[in-house]
């Protein structure tokens, strides 16, 4: 019992890391700025 076991860092995750994830968020954080920026602009129109 005294082996070192060894694995990859796919078979550790047990997964693959595909990179849409990093497009969703920049995605999402492009559209919530967009968003309240448009809330603070027609805030500020109606005052």
């Known amino acids: ?3 070192e076991i060894h694995k990859s860092t796919d078979e ?7 990179h ?3 497009y ?5 954080l492009f559209l919530a700025i967009g968003a ?3 809330i603070w ?3 500020a129109l109606f005052k």
């Open 24 to 28: 969703v968020l920049g995605i999402s």
């Open 41 to 43: 602009v027609t805030g």
């Open 1 to 3: 019992m005294d082996q």
């Open 20 to 22: 849409i994830v990093r």
């Open 36 to 38: 309240l920026t448009l």
């Open 12 to 18: 550790a995750r047990a997964g693959s890391t595909p």
